[in-house]
């Protein structure tokens, strides 16, 4: 069965740095994702991204979050200077398209923040 | 503003007896719903959802779960609950009317099936 796979799985970094999320979307579908969850909260959209470009994102998503699908085949989520509250498991996702068809989320990158 | 609730942060019960995990939502329009679980350290594993036909809706696992309009409910359930049920579940809506197709997640509830 397709899978939508991310790297790393675990990543540590020091507050202020930049971080690069990696994910892989099934090869076929259209739209792609990112949701993050605080450990213990639910789960929060941040981003969605079709036809390489934005198509909507949340409040959460503010200037230091950037995402870029640089090839036919990745996509990333890229957080330029991380705060401890930064921390989190970050989902990437895609769907076929607009009728979520197949909307499938990775098994997640934990970041910490330390 | 479409949203999820889960009034329940956890739920018990015995293995063998049927469960429930409720869910109700708020969206503008016609909703499409979503339950996902999630085990630990894992990733959110799609149970079933509900877009549009038969209210009752089947998915994995023996899972099944019925979607009412008039209570703006979507409750999952399943007849016979086992150890390896346990986890955390989440129900999520997506307002059709959405550009993004963004899902919005309830709290989660967290199933506890003891032997």
Redesign the interface.
Known sequence: EPEVTQTPSHQVTQMGQEVILRCVPISNHL?F?W?RQILG?????LV?F?NNEI????EIFDDQFSVERPDGSNFTLKIRSTKLEDSAMY?CAS?EG???LG??????T?LTVV | AQSVAQPEDQVNVAEGNPLTVKCTYSVSGNPYLFWYVQYPNRGLQFLLKYITGDNLVKGSYGFEAEFNKSQTSFHLKKPSALVSDSALYFCAVRDPFDAGNMLTFGGGTRLMVKP
Do not use: A, I
């Open positions: 739209y994702y949701y909260q639910k789960v929060e959209f969605s079709y198509s909507e994102k949340s989902f769907s607009r009728s979520l909307y499938t989320f990775g098994s997640g934990r």
